[in-house]
């Protein structure tokens, strides 16, 4: 069965500072990867997928992730943290051939001044 | 890019009254939608996939007959959530594949549901 680990509930970063969010998968086969991000009350948007290609993937509001098969892995970076990018961003994993999408628990990211 | 509308944003309702979600694809054809359920504070549990001219796919522990699922066009999918209880308080969520994007899942802004 398909799985995602986010192992940090909460983190809490400075304005201008560099972050990383975990994300660790199990899938029984190669992975389509997502990451969204959840403003307070709203849906989720689409930060950057991954399903083949270049392992290192760019996304929008100057987001990146990393898919790093041998680690299982799939850790979203961002080198400098605005404001605004304090959300709930959640990593998921599947999708394949309209399958259905496994999401983590979730990161909830606290930006202080 | 892909817009999906999901209508009501919020709703209040008695309890043991019904409420319909609607979820839109706005500029492509969804064949396959998904219904989400987050309950406070955690992740979105899948709680169906809806097809086009066919009955939906509940996940396990999901009752069918409490969550009504209806999937009538190519651009909509309606929830109902029958003899609504306080403990169907919750966002739901729905989300639609545009395969001309390649695998990516766009979603619907929610429904805020609150029974009281």
């Known amino acids: 069965a398909q799985s995602v680990t986010q192992p940090d509930i909460h983190i809490t970063v400075s304005e201008g500072a560099s972050l990383e969010l975990r994300c660790n998968y199990s899938y029984g086969a190669t992975p389509y990867l997502f990451w969204y991000v959840q403003s307070p009350g709203q849906g989720l948007q689409l930060l950057l997928k991954?399903?083949?290609?270049?392992?290192l993937v760019q996304g929008i509001k100057g987001f990146e992730a990393e898919f790093k098969r041998s680690q299982s892995s799939f850790n979203l970076r961002k080198p400098s943290v605005h404001w605004s990018d304090a959300a709930e961003y959640f990593c998921?994993?599947?999708?394949?051939?309209?399958?259905?999408?496994?999401f983590g628990i979730g990161t909830k990211l606290q930006v202080i001044p | 890019g892909a817009v999906v509308s999901q209508h009501p944003s919020w709703v209040i309702c008695k309890s043991g009254t019904s409420v319909k979600i609607e979820c839109r694809s706005l500029?492509?054809?969804?064949?396959?939608m998904f219904w989400y359920r987050q309950f406070p504070k955690q992740s979105l549990m899948l709680m169906a996939t809806?097809?086009?001219?066919?009955?939906?796919?509940?996940e396990q522990g999901v009752e069918k007959d409490k969550f009504l699922i209806n999937h009538a066009s190519l651009t909509l999918s309606t929830l109902t959530v029958t003899s609504a209880h306080p403990e169907d308080s919750s966002f739901y969520i729905c989300s639609a594949r545009d395969f001309k994007e390649n695998y990516g899942y766009t979603f619907g802004s929610g429904t805020r549901l609150t029974v009281v």
């Open positions: 500029d492509f054809q969804a064949t396959t």
């Open positions: 998921a994993v599947g999708g394949v051939r309209g399958q259905k999408v496994t």
């Open positions: 809806s097809n086009e001219g066919s009955k939906a796919t509940y």
């Open positions: 991954y399903f083949s290609g270049d392992t």
